[in-house]
């Protein structure tokens, strides 16, 4: 290559730079390719191909120019650096964090490196390690921190600290952070999480959606948290102008289903189905039940009676875990509101440490991909010693000394087995409502973590499946070691099952357990409207005004559908002869 040529090629580099600083990464990343094409392997224009990926987040294809990087030269804080940020944007986190940590190892002024690697923790759900990264940034870098306040804010939601994730939130607006629509929305959340306040919760709603109309979480958020009783006309039509226009399908179904609540809430049961409808056909992906169905499966072989029996006496002592599990939307966070309003009672949420702990485990042990349970076969005093201390010291961040918490993962059903062996004297409370009720109030919220909500029949098999392992733990448990509370007992007769409740968890009587839409703590999306309410009717036998149109679900829930056919067919439901000889049970996972 000649000099010119080298010349020419550095400005096109040079060039390049000013163009991502602009934030004109097409045009960036034309140049830097060219240049690549001409000198293969420059370790220079990589790095620079690696950010403009990234700005662009195109996570993929960035973690591939830093890894590449990395390998050339592994002590560049600034390629490690990016290696790490990349790997946590793709979802690797358990790579990322050492990374990242190294980075700062090399170079401990790197607070670029120590922001991600906060966000990295938050990922993980090491809320409390994050939020102290985070706040060391901030107390080195105050004006120029606008984005980590706002990660502060969500840290500090998910830890049910509220006045710290509002302040955080407030400040992250008035330093106008890099996302304004989404923090406003967050704050209008977090207001009224925390006193249930709609009028200042709506203003922030409201702003969030003059920011970015094509907001529709900031949409459905303002559609829950109040009952309708008369249509607002103008915001329905703006809503309706809003679905005219492009916007990412994840926005237009949060739109349909704010439209499916407030027809609901005007009793307009035919529109509020068909807007529920088309906010899960958006919504909607292929899923396949063979995993899940298999993991039952194996999980029944393994946990007999036989093998907890064997096993019995390797578990930690502590009474401190309460596991709230079940079927979403079936009474769970009602119970944790109960719960919580004890005062020697905090509760971590849905927290995804135990499945998360034994794949860890499971990956370790076999050397290979991780396959649950099969791995614990072989349980001994060491593995359970280590679930247990990592567990706890991950529950420990939402209340140092607390005497009890919360953890209501609903997919934990899957692991009581391993509950009962690794903590043998922590509680077990299962969640048990109407089959049509729990399966329409899943069909009628936007649960991303939950593929198989977006389909009334997917709804009815995953039903059916927890069926199966609740069955299963009854069968091979003691009698007490499993409290089922039925939601329609809880919220006709509050007070009795509360007691019961709080009796099953070794606790005295506390009378704030009755005031808990008082208390200020953290919500879910979900329940955001109930929470704040004192315990309301409305949702029993909600699905009676729906029968016309749950034929589907009927059908999958086979025998659990079975007592409610003659209602069905009351409420105008169709129940075909063929779902009658559907109704035997047909155990799905085998």
């Known amino acids: 290559m000649s000099e010119t040529q080298s010349i020419d090629n550095l400005f096109n580099l040079s060039r390049a730079e000013k163009l991502l600083q602009a934030g004109k990464l097409e045009d960036a990343r034309m140049l830097v390719e060219r240049f690549l094409a001409k000198t293969p392997g420059d370790l220079g224009a990589l790095y620079q191909l690696g950010r403009i990926e990234l700005r662009s987040q195109r996570f993929a294809e960035a973690a591939e120019h830093f890894a590449a990087l990395a390998a050339a030269v592994p002590e560049d804080p600034n390629y490690l650096s990016g290696l790490g940020e990349t790997l946590m944007y793709t979802g690797r986190i358990e790579q990322a964090i ?38 060391e940034v901030l107390a080195k870098h105050p004006a120029y921190a606008n984005d980590v306040h706002a990660n502060l804010a969500s840290t500090y939601l998910a830890l049910g600290e509220l006045r710290e994730a509002i302040e955080h939130a407030r400040t992250a607006i008035r330093m106008q952070c890099s996302d304004l629509a989404y923090m406003e929305q967050t704050l209008g959340f977090l207001v009224y999480a925390n006193d249930g306040g709609i009028d200042e919760a709506s203003r922030h709603f409201r702003r969030a959606l003059k920011l970015d109309p094509t907001s529709g979480e900031a949409f459905f958020h303002f559609a829950s948290i109040k009952k309708y009783r008369e249509p607002d006309g103008e915001m329905m039509e703006w809503v309706e102008q809003q679905l005219k226009g492009d916007m990412p399908s994840a926005r237009r179904a949060y739109f349909h289903f704010g439209l499916g609540k407030i027809h609901d809430d005007l009793k307009q049961w035919e529109l509020a189905f068909q807007h529920y409808r088309r906010a899960n056909l958006v919504g909607k992906r292929a899923i396949d039940f063979t995993g899940t169905v298999i993991l039952a499966k194996r999980t029944r072989k393994l946990f007999t009676r036989r093998f907890l029996e064997r096993h019995t006496g390797l578990g930690s002592e ?113 969640t048990v409502r109407n089959p049509l009720d729990t399966s329409l109030s899943c069909f009628f919220q936007p649960f991303r973590e939950a593929p198989w909500s977006y389909d009334l029949a997917w709804i009815g098999q995953y039903y059916r499946l927890n069926e199966d392992m609740i069955a299963h733990w009854r069968s091979v448990l003691p009698k007490s070691r499993i409290l089922d509370v039925q939601y329609e007992t809880l919220i006709e007769d509050t007070a009795s099952e509360a007691k019961r409740i709080i009796a099953h968890c070794g606790l005295e009587w506390d009378d704030d357990c009755l005031d808990f839409h008082r208390a200020k703590r953290a919500v879910s999306t979900a329940s955001l409207w109930q929470v704040r309410q004192p315990v309301y009717t409305s949702s029993k036998q909600r699905w009676i005004h729906y029968a016309p149109y749950i034929s589907e679900l009927v059908r999958a829930l086979g025998p659990c559908a079975r007592p409610y056919f003659n209602e069905i067919q009351a409420h105008g439901g169709k129940v075909e002869k063929s779902f009658f000889r559907l109704a035997s049970w047909n155990r799905l996972s085998g």
């Open 318 to 430: 502590t009474e401190q875990p309460i596991f709230i599990l079940g079927m979403p939307r079936s009474g769970s966070t009602l119970i944790e509101q109960i719960l919580t309003s004890h005062p020697q009672v905090v509760t971590a949420g849905e927290m995804p440490v135990l499945p998360r702990l034994s794949e860890k485990l499971c990956l370790e042990s076999a050397g290979k991909k991780p396959v649950f349970p099969d791995c614990f076969k072989n349980l001994d005093r060491t593995m359970a010693d280590a679930i247990a201390s990592q567990y706890l010291e991950a529950l420990g961040q939402y209340g140092e000394g607390a005497v009890r918490i919360v953890d209501k993962l609903p997919g934990n059903l899957f692991f009581i087995g391993l509950i009962d062996l690794i903590f043998p004297k922590a509680h077990i409370i299962h």
């Open 98 to 135: 050492p990374v990242l940590l190294k980075t700062l190892e090399l170079n401990p002024r790197d607070n670029w490196a120590k922001t991600n690697l906060g966000l990295a923790f938050m990922k993980h759900a090491d809320y409390r390690v994050a939020a102290t990264l985070l706040e």
